[in-house]
């Protein structure tokens, strides 16, 4: 089953996994942020993101309903187990959307929690959507405000310019970083829920530069 996360505002949300797969969250958009980019930067041939890739480079998009997720991490609440990600999804309604996951398991009765059995549930959730147990509450931090236009892609084009294409191959929206794709530019969903683009380094200097982020937008970084 797949998951979809419709942005709300501010909004946190508390459901099972099996109803959060089946049920649409009511939207609320940020304002739509219509852009010019070249229609043909969305290459039919673009590459989707490998599973368990928490990163895209140049030439790799998200298609209609596909996501990539920050490494999951494990923690507990008491007796309860939990585990979270942060997620860059692009619906299958338009929106391209930043959310963060959190599930809690109930330990095995009588016990402590058999955390093999977790890993697996939770790989399987992940890899398969197949989610049975626990709930999950969910934290949208961040959306395009596409969501209502055809579904296209989500590109990380060449030239450095991240951008959502409807399926008309119009831009509909951009991160801005245009030029900036001589500096080999690439983007992460990190584990502090802030999907990040960076540019390359230069030689001798082994410092990552940011130069756009969901929470930030555009940053003095020059391309």
Not at 28 to 39: D, E, G, R
Not at 111 to 120: K, M
Request: hydrophobic letters at 35%; one cysteine or more.
């Amino acid at each position: 089953m797949e998951k979809t996360t419709t942005a709300i505002g501010g909004a946190r949300t508390k459901r099972s996994l099996r109803a959060l797969a089946a049920t649409a969250l009511a939207a609320a958009a940020l304002a739509l942020n219509i852009v010019s980019a070249t229609p043909s930067s969305a290459a039919p041939g673009c590459q989707g993101v490998p599973a368990g890739w928490d990163h895209l480079t140049q030439g790799m998009c998200l298609r209609g309903g596909e996501s990539m997720s920050s490494p999951i991490q494990y923690g507990s609440s008491g007796l309860v187990t939990t585990e979270e990600a942060n997620v860059l999804s692009y619906q299958r309604d338009g929106n391209l959307v930043v959310s963060h996951w959190k599930t809690w398991i109930a330990p095995d009765v009588g016990g402590a929690p058999d955390f093999g059995s977790l890993i697996e549930l939770i790989q399987r959730c992940v890899a398969f959507h197949d989610c049975q147990s626990g709930d999950t509450v969910v934290d949208v931090l961040w959306n395009s405000g596409t969501q209502g236009r055809s579904t296209g892609e989500a590109v990380m084009q060449d030239d450095g310019n991240f951008v959502v294409y409807d399926g008309n191959g119009n831009a509909a929206w951009s991160s801005g970083t245009y030029g900036c794709g001589g500096s080999y530019l690439w983007g992460r969903m990190q584990t502090d829920g802030n999907f990040v683009l960076y540019k390359g380094h230069a030689p001798g200097d082994n410092a990552w530069k940011a130069v756009w982020s969901t929470r930030n937008g555009r940053t003095g970084e020059p391309c």
